[in-house]
């Protein structure tokens, strides 16, 4: 397929998972992307727990430059490769690029347009000269009280915030180069973790606005629905089932035999059932422990309720509707071990993005990139810029 940003060239300075995030959604999306490491790689490629899985995932589709930048010749290298470049992006700490000469004002000079992503922990204020990591903003924002229960603030079960920071990033990103397209110049595009939490947790600010009540913990909320929630069934294991409009309350009735219940006027209305849930609910618990996990899975579905089995990480692997739709992407890793991981979750014209390039191997395409300069490559590599 024409890939909707083909031509825009972008040059990634990042690690972990907020920068790259914001770079992999260029990539997926055509744009030629150059992450430029150090000697050696980026050091996220050596993570591991937690953090094995950062480069593989967020990494695909771009070139790597491993360059030494403390050489003039390093430095005037990634320089010649900006002149060029639409897109800048960068994740490190406030004012650390700008002592190695590629800060925002130094770029914009050389390249007036130029769009300069900074992924930060904090917007402007009096928190941005903190450090910020994803579980830090999560605890400060509200998230993690909202996700565990009371007394016992958790942190989401993915990166969560470092990923929506870098798509806000990256949406920056797109609009700078629509304005671009207006006013002839770049802009200095910037994102942040604590900023993109407290976006998060919007809902429950405005809970407390409208309603005077603060939003109770995910786990000891009271619902808006009066079926919305995990059952027992009949072979020890879960389904969450939820019931949100009042026709789903009679074909749910309907299709389990409690007449009993539609008869009943004071479970008529949703807002009733929420307040009666005691009338119903063992009923409805019992219905649902009398059948298997694939029968009721199956009743359900028929039926064109919301429901869900209880997925794991590795059990989408062999996701049926994934593998079938282009959902997940098979590329090779770094060790010469293939796997399959998950595309942007978007189509274009029923098409989803594709992969172009695998994560790319520690400098891979170095010689590539820095012969289309015009520069001696032994040179370089004989005094160790590469």
Known sequence: MQTPLNGIKVIEFSHMVMGPCAGLMLADMGAEVIKVEPLGGDKTRRLRGAGAGYFPMYNRNK???????????GKQAVLDLIKDADVFIENFRPGALAKLGFGYEALKALNPRLIYCSEKGFLDGPYSHRTALDEVTQMMGGLAYMTGPPGQPLRAGASVIDVT?????????????????????????????????????????????????AAAPMPARVSSWAIYQLFETKDDEQVFVGVVSDSQWKTLCEAFDL???????TLAENRDRVIHKDKFLPQIIDKFKSL??????AKIEMLGLPFAPIGRPE??????????GGGLLDMEME??????????????????LALSLDPPKAGEHTDELLSDLGLDLAALKAKGVI
Not at 63 to 73: A, D, G, R, T, V
Not at 168 to 182: D, E, P, S
Not at 183 to 208: N, P, R
């Open 259 to 265: 007449q009993n219940l539609l008869d009943d006027p």
């Open 335 to 352: 060790d010469g071990g293939r796997c399959k991981l998950p595309a942007l979750p978007i189509s274009l014209n029923g098409e989803r």
């Open 165 to 213: 920071g870098g798509m806000f990033g990256a949406m920056g990103i797109l609009a700078a180069l629509n304005q671009r397209h207006v006013t002839g110049e770049g802009s200095h595009v910037s994102a942040a973790l604590f900023e993109t939490t407290v976006f998060l947790v919007g809902q429950h600010m405005a809970q407390k606005a409208v309603t005077g009540t």
């Open 315 to 324: 059990d989408m692997f062999d996701d049926p509707h994934l593998n079938a």
């Open 63 to 73: 070139k790597s430059l491993c360059i030494n930048l403390k050489y003039p010749e």
């Open 292 to 297: 298997t996990k694939a029968e009721l899975m």
